[in-house]
């Protein structure tokens, strides 16, 4: 079974999806991936083994949902990215967390120097 909760409109798909579904779409925004290196990606953000029973169900879902695209490297490699519907999911639940967090100009500067250090 998969760890997304149902949908009801494509504004909310990212806030019913569960941390580990964003943790993925966040993941793709940098680029289209592989399984295998998704997993990696994962598994140094947890500090544990991800499995692929857990991996894999929740990129089925996220393709189902419309936010992953799933193609075919070879005969044995999917790839996956980020179709513009998971783009919007990913910048939905970037805005909400800045309109909680940032609640003052010192906060704001906090943000600022975050994503000027991040690139």
């Given at each position: 079974?998969?760890?997304?909760?149902?949908?009801?409109?494509?504004?909310?798909?990212?806030?019913?999806?569960?941390?580990f579904?964003?943790?993925?779409?966040?993941?793709?925004?940098?680029?289209?991936?592989?399984?295998?290196?998704?997993?990696?990606e994962?598994?140094?953000?947890?500090?544990?083994?991800?499995?692929?029973?857990?991996?894999?169900?929740?990129?089925?879902?996220?393709?189902?949902?419309?936010?992953?695209?799933?193609?075919?490297?070879?005969?044995?490699?999917?790839?996956?990215?980020?179709?513009?519907?998971?783009y919007?999911?990913?910048?939905?639940?970037?805005?909400?967390?800045?309109?909680?967090?940032?609640?003052?100009?010192?906060?704001?500067?906090?943000?600022?120097?975050?994503?000027?250090?991040?690139?």
């Amino acid at each position: 079974m998969s760890e997304a909760q149902s949908v009801t409109g494509q504004k909310s798909i990212a806030r019913d999806l569960t941390a580990f579904q964003n943790n993925i779409l966040v993941i793709l925004a940098k680029e289209p991936m592989y399984g295998l290196a998704i997993k990696r990606e994962l598994e140094e953000y947890y500090g544990t083994e991800v499995n692929h029973g857990r991996l894999y169900p929740n990129l089925d879902e996220l393709v189902d949902l419309g936010l992953v695209k799933k193609s075919e490297l070879d005969k044995r490699t999917n790839q996956y990215s980020l179709t513009d519907d998971g783009y919007d999911a990913v910048l939905d639940q970037v805005s909400w967390t800045f309109s909680k967090v940032v609640t003052d100009d010192d906060r704001a500067d906090e943000i600022r120097d975050l994503v000027d250090d991040s690139y």
